[in-house]
């Protein structure tokens, strides 16, 4: 069965510094979107995507957040300036149709800040 | 922001007893409901799902009960196997929404 893949499965990053995570969806999926768990909390949505631009984001997908396809199969969410809460582990998941589909996730990043 | 609860954080079962897990939910918008079953080191998995056209869905050992009135749904496993222990999440969307909102989970333990 066709799997998303996220990578790195975990990413140690100083706190300021900027962080790439990277997923490759599924590969005849047009929906792409990020969550975010943090450590013993419940997943949180922070972006979709569809037809190169962001459909929908939370109030925690701030100006420090950005996501890019940057070419046909990687998805990308790359956090600016890292802050010691952005610690969590980063969900990756896509659908062929909207949100009112079952959403294939990723394994995750775990990202540390440190 | 609560729209989608899962006030139990925890449940334990016996091995071929059946599991309930409850969830309620505020946004009267949400039109679908999904389960998502989640391993530790793994992303969560998707298990049965309910449009709100319906009071119930049946998927093998999974039934997905919803009560639209109350803002409550439910997921039945019945016999609970120990390979069931994990974490459940409940969640719900909007039709034609590109998110999808989840609640907080609720660890089963289901012992041998």
């Known amino acids: 069965e066709p799997e998303v893949t996220q990578t790195p499965s975990h990413q140690v990053t100083q706190m300021g510094q900027e962080v790439i995570l990277r997923c490759v969806p599924i590969?005849?999926?047009?929906?792409f979107y990020w969550y975010r768990q943090i450590l013993g909390q419940k997943v949180e949505f922070l972006v979709s995507?569809?037809?190169?631009?962001?459909?929908?984001k939370s109030e925690i997908f701030d100006d420090q957040f950005s996501v890019e396809r940057p070419d046909g199969s990687n998805f990308t969410l790359k956090i600016r300036s890292t802050k010691l809460e952005d610690s969590a582990m980063y969900f990756c998941?896509?659908?062929?149709?909207?949100?009112?589909?079952?959403?294939?996730f990723g394994d995750g990043t775990r990202l540390s800040i440190l | 922001d609560q729209q989608v609860k899962q006030n139990s954080p925890s449940l334990s079962v016996q091995e071929g007893r059946i599991s309930i897990l409850n969830c309620d939910y505020t946004?009267?918008?949400?039109?679908?409901f999904l389960w998502y079953k989640k391993y530790p080191a793994e992303g969560p998995t998707f298990l049965i799902s309910?449009?709100?056209?319906?009071d119930k869905n049946e998927d093998g050992r999974f039934t997905v009960f919803l009560n639209k009135s109350a803002k409550h749904l439910s997921l039945h496993i019945v016999p609970s196997q120990p390979g069931d222990s994990a974490v459940y999440f409940c969640?719900?969307?909007?039709?034609?929404?590109?998110?999808?909102?989840f609640g907080a989970g609720t660890r089963l333990f289901v012992k041998a």
């Open positions: 998941a896509s659908t062929q149709d909207t949100a009112n589909q079952p959403q294939h």
């Open positions: 995507f569809y037809n190169n631009e962001i459909s929908e």
């Open positions: 590969s005849n999926h047009l929906y």
């Open positions: 969640a719900a969307s909007v039709a034609g929404g590109f998110k999808t909102i």
């Open positions: 946004n009267s918008m949400f039109d679908y």
């Open positions: 309910i449009s709100s056209i319906k």
